[in-house]
């Protein structure tokens, strides 16, 4: 089956410091989704970008499916952007398939 | 609003007793989703069901069961058989080839 490898798998800021998150996925995907996990355990959907680039606030991601991964990149980092950030991958385009989710970088942003 | 809802949040039980969790969606999703989650670690696949009274187990199902008897539900059932079942479990839906959405996720702490 597909792979998702993310990179680094931690990471810790300075509050204002930016930062870009890597996913890399090991066969053609037609969508790919990024989550925040919060310290609660809540899962957010922060983009669903199968290609080209989309913004949301301080966030933004981009997806370049032919070389097979995505950056989300983190401008201005506060201490609520700590967290998991999962990427995720389905590798069908088909109702109900089973999406494959990278193991997570765990951001930590200090005050 | 709509949304994906699970229940109970929080749940403790003695070894060797079934518990089961409830989670219901109100988005017409066709595609429901139960996800374990251990402290640390990435999402791993329990079950999911693409349309009613049928589902596919998925990475790690021994130990769990699943029913989907209308479009709305899709119960989990932690048996006895589950060796470890003291983790966090979260359910998602999704339409067709669409953003997967997820609940706010169930602790069940087994004594």
């Known amino acids: 089956g597909i792979q998702v490898e993310q990179s680094p798998p931690d990471l810790i800021l300075q509050e204002g410091a930016n930062s870009t998150l890597r996913c890399n996925f090991s066969d053609s995907v037609n969508n790919l989704q990024w989550f925040h996990q919060n310290p609660w355990g809540q899962l957010i959907n922060l983009f669903y970008?199968?290609?080209g680039t989309k913004q949301n606030g301080r966030l933004s991601a981009t997806t370049v499916a032919t070389e097979r991964y995505s950056l989300l990149y983190i401008s201005s980092s506060q201490t609520t952007d700590s967290g998991v950030y999962f990427c995720a991958v389905p590798p069908e385009e088909t109702s109900g398939s089973r999406l494959t989710f990278g193991e997570g970088t765990q951001l930590t942003v200090n005050p | 609003d709509g949304g994906i809802t699970q229940s109970p949040k929080y749940l403790f039980r003695k070894e060797g007793q079934n518990v089961t969790l409830s989670c219901e969606q109100n988005l017409n999703h066709d595609a429901m989703y139960w996800y374990r989650q251990d402290p640390g670690q990435g999402l791993r696949l329990i079950y999911y069901s693409q349309i009613v009274n049928d589902f596919q187990k998925g990475d790690i199902a021994e130990g769990y069961s699943v029913s989907r008897e209308k479009k709305e539900s899709f119960p989990l059932t932690v048996t006895s058989a589950q060796k470890n079942p003291t983790a966090f479990y979260l359910c998602?839906?999704?339409?067709?080839?669409?953003?997967?959405?997820f609940g706010e996720g169930s602790r069940l702490t087994v004594l």
């Open positions: 998602a839906s999704r339409r067709g080839p669409g953003e997967l959405f």
């Open positions: 970008i199968p290609s």
